[in-house]
């Protein structure tokens, strides 16, 4: 059997092709992902009807962190973006269920879910709203958020507003997980302070 000159041709161009995708393959890396919420413990189980219902949305977040890879600050004026190591979900969702996990902690006789949870549960009492005004992730430094938040009751109650603003440092120092754990462990502070302003409107509202 005589292989012309396209057949020929056609092999060369499979092999190179070859070369020149293998490299890339090789030098890329398996890509890491990390959740805010998780880190304290689960949602306790609630029995009987709630007192009342509490939801969290999205926070708002700034542009340039609206992305799944994470941000780190290398310099006052320069971030770096690592596609090896993105979020599991959009950072707005994650920081709402860190949030939402830890006023369902705190919280008694509440039932608090977030604005994308499937389950509704019905009307709310509480909506809770977060904006991002700055979040910084830093290998050397941890994490630092400055969060404003808003509480508003559903039956023309009071609102209240408050703003937030945490530095943790990463343990140990130089790693992703620290940072991310850094990050989530402001995040829960700031959940804290959100689920004391509640309980305090509770108890002079009801």
């Known amino acids: 059997m005589t292989t012309g000159p396209a057949t020929v041709a056609r092999a060369l161009a499979a092999a190179l092709s070859c070369l020149v995708v293998a490299p890339a393959c090789l030098r890329s890396k398996a890509v890491r992902y990390y959740t805010l919420a998780g ?3 689960a949602r306790p189980i609630r029995h009987g009807p709630p007192r009342y219902i509490v939801r969290v949305a999205p926070a708002s977040v700034p542009e340039t962190l609206d992305r799944p890879e994470l941000v780190l600050r290398v310099s006052p004026t320069e971030v770096a973006i690592d596609e090896s190591h993105q979020w599991a979900e959009p950072l707005r969702t994650g920081i709402a269920r860190a949030v939402a996990d830890t006023l369902a902690q ?3 006789g509440a039932l608090v879910s977030t604005s994308e949870d499937e389950t509704t549960h ?3 009492d ?3 709203s977060i904006e991002v005004r700055h979040l910084d992730l ?3 430094n941890g994490a630092s958020i400055d969060l404003a938040w808003a509480v508003r009751w559903a039956d023309k109650g009071p609102t209240r507003t408050g703003r937030s603003v945490r530095s943790i440092r990463g343990v140990p120092q130089g790693a992703y997980d620290a940072v991310v754990a850094a990050c989530a462990a402001a995040v829960e502070a700031v959940g804290r302070e959100i689920a004391q302003a509640v309980r305090s ?3 002079s509202h009801r």
């Open 39 to 41: 880190q304290s413990a």
């Open 106 to 108: 705190d919280l008694d």
């Open 122 to 124: 019905g009307p709310s």
């Open 126 to 128: 509480v909506d809770v």
């Open 138 to 140: 830093g290998l050397t």
């Open 201 to 203: 409107d509770y108890i």
